[in-house]
């Protein structure tokens, strides 16, 4: 049915898989199947591997498989080579460990230190996956659909420092690196996202397309100058800011029980009252790195843990078109 192939691009449905293996090329063929079912054209299920038919060329070489499924017409090429090479950086620090299923508050935020101790009466949907198990997802996933293009994927982690770094290769031994270093990874450690990108933009030799996945939760200024790094040695960029619902809504409805948690005070509190300017807060924060990319040539992308995952692979596939 045409409604198959969207529930394995929820993050609810994905999540429940068995493996990252797995769950990544669930995501990718429910992705690839979406491409034929939706509006978007220019893009082929075999991308790198085929090209159309042009007069002339040699029929030997024609996909009859191709032609049967969609009647058209494709070339196999055997002999093309990658011209890009991309860095997956993922964001392992302990603020993404963040779920709004859980009784928390985000942890490390820099909109509030409070936290609920009693749940309210009238709670927003909540997310079940934190935002560190969404971006592995998304990573994943990434990966997989690059090997499948003949891409070359390279894969960072960090946290207050470089946890791992796989230096981006076209191959199926390289893609099974990244998905069990993807698998293994557990959130721990203070962030330091702009130390951890300027230190990788110093290590990339050959320019390509960086994929940045993150809440952003670090000095903004700093965190900007370094994916500016990135322009000014001729990377393209694409910046994915990963959130849970209830750190853009704050959407607690009946009077709550906060507790700061340095100092463990409590107070009683009518949300509606704090509501107002965290979300201001949170507009803004997220306003600076929407203008400072845009003013910078970088592809910004908010994600909430609760958005289907085709909105990151289909950023990147626009991305890719506009490169080539």
């Known amino acids: 049915m045409q409604a198959d192939y969207k529930k394995f691009l929820q993050p609810s449905v994905i999540s429940k898989l068995a493996n990252i293996e797995l769950k990544a090329k669930f995501v990718v063929e429910g992705f690839i199947a979406g491409l034929h079912k939706s509006p978007y054209h220019g893009f082929s299920v075999e991308f790198a591997e085929h090209r159309q038919y042009m007069p002339g060329d040699d029929l030997k070489y024609l996909d009859w498989k191709i032609l049967g499924r969609t009647d058209r017409y494709y070339i196999k090429q055997f002999e093309e080579e990658t011209n890009l090479k991309s860095y997956l950086i993922v964001d392992s620090s302990r603020s993404m460990h963040f779920r709004s299923s859980d009784s928390a508050l985000a942890p490390k935020s820099p909109f509030s230190k409070l936290f609920r101790k009693k749940e309210p009466q009238n709670t927003p949907p909540k997310s079940n996956i934190t935002k560190l198990e969404y971006a592995t997802y998304v990573a994943a996933s990434l990966a997989v659909l690059m090997n499948f293009q003949k891409d070359a994927a390279g894969l960072v982690v960090y946290d207050e420092a470089i946890r791992t770094f796989i230096p981006p290769k076209a191959t199926s031994q390289n893609l099974k690196q990244i998905l069990n270093q993807l698998s293994s990874i557990v959130s721990s450690g203070k962030t330091n996202t702009a130390s951890a990108l300027n230190i990788v933009a110093e290590r990339i030799k050959r320019r390509g397309l960086i994929i940045i996945l993150s809440d952003l939760f670090d000095d903004q200024k700093a965190v900007i100058n370094a994916l500016k790094h990135f322009r000014h040695k001729k990377n393209e960029v694409i910046v994915f800011q990963v959130l ?4 853009m809504s704050f959407a607690i409805d009946s009077p709550t029980i906060f507790k700061d948690m340095e100092t463990s005070k409590e107070m009683l509190s009518q949300p509606i009252s704090v509501m107002n300017s965290y979300q201001d807060a949170v507009k803004e924060f997220i306003d600076t790195y929407k203008t400072a990319c845009l003013s910078n040539n970088i592809d910004y992308v ?13 950023e990147y596939l626009n991305k890719r078109k506009r490169l080539n």
């Open 244 to 247: 849970d619902p209830l750190e």
């Open 302 to 314: 908010l994600l909430s843990t609760e958005t289907p995952f085709d909105t990151a692979l289909l």
